[in-house]
């Protein structure tokens, strides 16, 4: 009956009031009946919209408690409709769960992340402070630490991306390791690249991979590489420029850099 409310009245408005008439109409019975101030209430502008939105959360939230998910602050907590979330998860203070969630259970999402059209497999670990995005699916005991961005991306089981690091378009081995600061390089401003990283292997914090290029399983990256070609299984890869270290350097520099802001 809902699809023949319309709105041929002067505010242009579907009112859901419309379906006592129609329901009369049509010969049918039409009885009143006590219902909550929650279940009919109008929203006609942006504060009524968020008054309903709070009544809807804290609803959920309840839902969540009492299907095993420990929240620790759930006041601070935000579902969308269609989340997901197992027993026996915890979730931390501030996190926001966008459209397209699901987390089994047994996971931990720490303080402060924001997590939208994302997969989180039994036992892995989010944040705090961290963010993935849409196709961002991570695997048993994969990890996901503090201000991490993981896009469309696959973190296989017990792979681990501590902190400071964007993941974007990349598969991560089993039990890869991914040091502070390293980044896919994806996209070359016309189109994205695929990064593959093999099972074991070690990437060096503040390395850049640039994309499409694909490290093998239990192959070790230099810190602070640059990485445009495979690098095979169990291989070392440098990609760095050498150190050059110029004894009483720094002290002249400073004595011709002194004298300049005197003139």
Known sequence: MLDTVGNANTKGEYYLTDIVEIASQRGLDVVATEATFE????INNR???AAAEAIWQKRRRHEAMLSGVALI???????????????DTVVEPNVWFGPGVSVEGGATIHAFSH???ATIASGCEVGPF???RPGADLKTKAKVGNFCEVKKAVVEKGAKVNHLTYIGDAVIGAGANIG????????DG????????????FIGSNSSLVAPVSIGNGAYVASGSVITENVPDDALAFGRARQKTMPGKAKELRARRAEAAKK
């Open 47 to 49: 504060a009524e919209l």
């Open 180 to 187: 502070a600061g390293t980044i896919t390089c994806n996209y």
């Open 130 to 132: 961290a963010r993935l």
């Open 115 to 117: 997590i939208e059209g």
């Open 73 to 87: 602050a759930p006041e601070t907590v935000y579902f969308s409709h269609d989340t997901e979330i197992g027993a």
């Open 39 to 42: 279940n009919a209430l109008g």
């Open 190 to 201: 016309y189109s994205k690249f695929l990064t593959e990283i093999g099972e074991n292997a």
